[in-house]
């Protein structure tokens, strides 16, 4: 895999992994009493009227028995009309709003208010006041939108349609009427079969040409990836035949086997390519990972890993492709000395947090002033544009994801050019090569 077959769909895919993030963040916050307000708009919906909702719901509240839950009740709801007060119309893809007091540390109590437009269009109005936040609609935002292709082909005729999510669209069709078999023997036969073969080269050419009409724009394949499926061999010729486009058969996923042709058969097909379809990311991050690998092991030194020589070669602006295992743990502390107004960046392990006298003094002995901390690949997903580098994020749900994630701390990436990197005494950075060759 070279670098320039990366999947360029990064920003989407960050904005689905901060919405991941939040939903954990939110599924993990418990509240006391019925205090959490999850308050979720369309993108129709409209602000003097949620809020007229919202009074009355305050309104509602006071006849609440319990004088403690009463009051964290209209509390919640005065937090959400403070954060609807901000907008003057619903934005485009919808609004979420949560709020309320949450429980941390077991029992200290924190104020939360969360509010931002989806990544896409949401469609559902939610309004609920309980003692978690609800997040089965944001989880539906997840749900994988890409495009796939699907061909159906046997001796009866071709469908062309595609899936994307929930939503499936049939494209283009049309029936053939084949010769059958000729049983006899003798000249006529010998005739009749040559017939037969042209017959079926010219449809050949036919499912090839209309895949060509359907399946590409701008000379580009404009799906994620294409199904060939059908009851006969056809599927298998279309697959191997120099008529079909080039351009096509690099995006070819899988070719199955269904009993129907037709529209149940396209029905089928998505049944059965459920488990290829699920594999995609999957597949091009083994991929990645496998030519990373591969420049580790022929030593080229066009590469990086871990913390430390990563966030050199970045600042250089040397990485051309950032590697980023998504749950990196890592946190990014940004110190500034009070004395001199210095600033300096370190990288902790969870495990380090709050052990000041080794992580929060300078080399004088000073103690600096924590004024900004994050996760870093929260930090990276925010700026590895800066760095002039591309961003690919990982699992640890493949073996070389987890490789990558253990054995190379979780970070690393290809370069542009080679570079000195300091002198690491860091062991968690160390690496055997035969741990992936």
Same mark, same amino acid.
């Given at each position: 895999? *070279?670098?320039?077959?990366i999947?360029?769909?990064t ?15 939110l ?7 019925t205090s ?8 129709d919906?409209?602000?003097?009227r ?10 509602t509240?006071? !006849?609440i ?10 509390a919640?709801?005065r937090s ?17 709003v949560?709020?309320?007091t ?5 029992n200290?109590e ?7 437009e989806?990544?896409?269009p949401?469609?559902?109005?939610? &309004?609920?006041?309980d003692?978690? %936040?609800?997040?089965d609609?944001? *989880?539906?935002?997840?749900e994988d939108d890409k +495009?796939y ?11 062309y349609g595609?899936?994307s999510?929930?939503n499936?669209?049939i494209?283009?069709?049309?029936t053939?009427d ?10 006529? *036969?010998m005739?009749?079969?040559r017939?037969? @073969? ?5 449809y #050949?050419r ?8 359907? %399946?590409i ?24 035949t120099d ?11 899988n ?9 149940a058969?396209? !029905?089928q097909?998505i049944q &059965? ?9 999957f ?14 092991? +022929?030593?080229s ?20 492709? #950032?590697?980023?295992w998504?749950?990196l743990?890592?946190?990014r502390?940004? @110190?500034?000395n009070p ?21 929060y003094?300078?080399s004088?002995g000073?103690? @600096?002033?924590?004024?900004?901390? *994050? @996760?870093?690949v929260?930090? #990276? ?11 690919e ?7 070389e994801g987890?490789?990558f ?14 570079l000195d990197f300091p002198e ?10 035969d741990?992936f060759?």
């Amino acid at each position: 895999m *070279s670098i320039n077959d990366i999947e360029e769909d990064t920003d989407d895919y960050i904005k689905r992994w901060k919405v991941k993030q939040l939903i954990n963040q939110l599924n993990s916050a418990k509240g006391n009493g019925t205090s959490m307000i999850t308050l979720i708009i369309p993108k129709d919906g409209q602000v003097s009227r949620v809020q007229k909702m919202l009074t009355e719901e305050y309104g509602t509240a006071t !006849n609440i028995k319990n004088h403690v839950n009463k009051l964290s009740v209209q509390a919640g709801i005065r937090s959400a009309q403070e954060k609807l007060k901000l907008y003057k119309e619903i934005p485009t893809n919808g609004l979420v709003v949560c709020v309320g007091t949450v429980l941390v540390d077991g029992n200290k109590e924190k104020k939360l208010a969360i509010d931002f437009e989806p990544f896409k269009p949401i469609n559902k109005f939610i &309004y609920k006041c309980d003692n978690k %936040f609800h997040t089965d609609a944001l *989880s539906e935002l997840l749900e994988d939108d890409k +495009k796939y292709g699907f061909i159906i082909v046997d001796g009866s005729g071709s469908v062309y349609g595609t899936v994307s999510g929930n939503n499936k669209e049939i494209l283009a069709r049309f029936t053939v009427d084949l010769p059958k078999k000729h049983g006899r023997g003798g000249q006529p *036969s010998m005739r009749f079969a040559r017939i037969r @073969l042209e017959k079926r080269h010219n449809y #050949l050419r036919k499912v090839a040409e209309t895949a060509t009409t359907v %399946f590409i724009t701008n000379d580009l394949p404009n799906v994620e990836g294409l199904i060939l499926a059908g009851s006969s061999n056809f599927k298998k010729q279309l697959a191997q035949t120099d008529m079909f486009d080039k351009r096509l058969k690099a995006v070819v996923l899988n070719v199955i086997d269904i009993a129907y042709g037709g529209e149940a058969g396209f !029905n089928q097909a998505i049944q &059965y390519a459920q488990e290829t379809l699920k594999n995609v990311k999957f597949v091009k991050e083994r991929k990645l990972l496998t030519s990373y690998f591969d420049e580790i092991n +022929k030593d080229s030194g066009k590469y990086c890993y871990g913390v430390k020589d990563t966030m050199f070669a970045l600042e250089g602006g040397a990485v051309e492709v #950032l590697i980023l295992w998504e749950e990196l743990p890592i946190r990014r502390i940004e @110190l500034t000395n009070p004395l001199t107004q210095k600033k300096e960046q370190r990288y902790l392990q969870p495990e380090e947090l709050g052990e000041e006298q080794s992580h929060y003094l300078d080399s004088e002995g000073v103690k @600096l002033e924590v004024t900004e901390d *994050s @996760l870093l690949v929260e930090w #990276l997903a925010d700026k590895y544009k800066n760095f002039g580098a591309k961003l690919e994020f990982v699992t640890d749900k493949s073996t070389e994801g987890s490789q990558f994630a253990k054995g190379f701390g979780g970070i690393g990436g290809f370069m542009r050019y080679t570079l000195d990197f300091p002198e690491n005494d860091e062991d968690d950075e160390s690496f055997d090569s035969d741990d992936f060759i």
